[in-house]
């Protein structure tokens, strides 16, 4: 937590230390994650009022508690009275970010921010997994990305810590440069600009507007990345001071890649840079992954990693948990797990290469969440750009009835164009099919669950998160 204690994050979050002052450990905001010396703020939401949990979590060992004011009085009198260090604070929320403030503000390392419609997660991991090789770095913890999320990440910094990797999402306009501005990132990363969380947007342009804004948060001698090919540049880059750097494929400026393609295990390419070239084998599969990782080649190269060992780093990683993982049943067939989050764009980027991967393969594609409006037309454009797939769909959710229509209409016959209104019952329509396909993907927004069906299947229901 960079050297804070109780009495400064007091000061910095005009609150009072109750007990002694001491130096803060981990903060935690789950009692749950509590280990010894944490630091536990007492946050509150619509549907819980973490000072319920304050006893819970010193039993777990938090030597700190972050807590309202106007919420000692609900607190047990052992809490009250010394059973741990306590932060008395107008909002624990707020304190939060004062902290995580206050925190960057001690920290002498440099923030890469990354932000993205698709593929900014794994890219914040490729990111983390480069910059490794030069010193210490942290990176944000699956997707906590949101005003929550990011404060966390920030208070895991450490004097010895060289570099972080802050991931940051949106929901609304305005949240990106909130971020950005508790963040103060000297790098940034746009990975791409898509139709996601258009409801809450509005439109495309909108959705650019905000992605860009990370980019515009950027110091005058900062730099900014992001692909040549990405939607709306202008606006993306729009009131950008720093330097802006691209990649992308075939010949031009920047990092470039050429020959992606599938492998039996992932993906592969060669990156040039300059006259020099580097075979780039990646661990998971879909080729935009290897546009994903050009961009974290492209931010190491630029902070001094060695591209040789960098372009190792990336073909050590595994694939996360539900981002493209492959598994196999026991009987052999294997399963593309890409259901932690979907929207159009990557939705057609997982279906192409899906289509490459197995042509005959098996697809279960659910629902894209956030869209607005626009989503049953978002839909049935998925079922069209089916195209010359030879394999079998199974749609999955309301919003997929709509791309098993247009898949039909565009000529997929019923027994190959199939629907299911959930996970739970698309599983019995894919065990009966599971034994045509070698290769089943499942591709979906994380809200409809559709890891269920592999864990129906499996019988790994508890290694599903």
């Given at each position: ?144 990305n949101n005003q929550l999320g ?110 992606a393609r599938e492998t039996e ?124 797939f030879e394999g079998v769909v ?72």
């Amino acid at each position: 937590m960079m050297g804070l204690t109780a009495g400064a994050l007091a000061q910095v979050a005009q609150g009072r230390v109750v007990g002694p002052d001491r130096a803060l450990g981990a903060a935690v905001i789950d009692s749950r994650e509590v280990r010894s010396g944490s630091t536990f703020f007492c946050l509150r939401g619509p549907r819980f009022d973490a000072h319920d949990f304050a006893r819970a979590a010193i039993d777990a060992g938090a030597s700190t508690l972050v807590v309202r004011e106007a919420s000692l009085a609900q607190l047990s009198p052992d809490v009250r009275d010394g059973a741990a260090t306590l932060v008395v604070v107008d909002d624990p929320e707020k304190a939060l970010v004062a902290a995580a403030c206050e925190a960057r503000r001690r920290f002498e390392g440099t923030v890469i921010g990354v932000t993205g419609s698709c593929g900014k997660t794994t890219t914040k991991d490729q990111l983390a997994a480069v910059l490794s090789t030069l010193g210490p770095t942290v990176a944000t913890r699956g997707n906590q990305n949101n005003q929550l999320g990011v404060p966390l990440t920030l208070l895991r910094l450490e004097p010895a810590t060289r570099f972080a990797v802050v991931e940051m999402g949106m929901n609304t306009p305005g949240e990106i440069a909130l971020l950005a501005r508790w963040a103060r990132p000297s790098l940034g990363i746009v990975t791409t600009v898509g139709a996601a969380h258009l409801e809450g947007m509005g439109s495309l342009e909108e959705i650019a507007r905000e992605k860009g804004s990370l980019l515009a948060a950027l110091p005058s001698d900062g730099v900014g990345f992001m692909p040549e090919a990405i939607a709306l540049p202008w606006i993306v880059t729009r009131g950008m001071v720093a330097r802006l750097e691209t990649v992308g494929r075939g010949v031009g400026r920047g990092l470039r890649l050429f020959e992606a393609r599938e492998t039996e295990t992932g993906c592969a390419g060669r990156v040039e840079r300059g006259g020099a070239r580097f075979d780039l084998t990646l661990g998971l599969p879909g080729t935009h992954n290897l546009d994903n990782a050009l961009l974290a080649l492209a931010v190491g190269d630029a902070l001094g990693v060695d591209m040789g060992v960098a372009v190792s780093a990336l073909g050590a990683m595994p694939a996360a948990t539900l981002r493209g993982e492959v598994r196999t049943l026991a009987s052999g067939h294997r399963f593309l797990l890409d259901c932690y989050n979907a929207n159009p764009q990557s939705m057609r980027a997982a279906i192409e290469s899906f289509k490459a991967r197995a042509p005959h393969g098996l697809m279960v594609l659910g629902d894209m969440l956030e869209l607005g409006p626009g989503a049953l037309e978002e839909h049935a454009a998925i079922g069209r750009a089916l195209g010359d797939f030879e394999g079998v769909v199974v749609g999955v959710g309301p919003l997929s009835k709509a791309l098993v229509d247009a898949a039909r209409a565009a000529g997929f016959s019923g027994e190959r164009a199939r629907w299911a209104p959930d996970a739970d019952a698309a599983q019995p329509v894919v065990e009966a099919l599971v034994a045509e396909h070698p290769w089943t993907l499942l591709k979906a927004s994380r809200g409809m669950g559709l890891e269920r069906v592999w864990a129906g299947l499996s019988g790994e229901g508890r290694g599903v998160h």
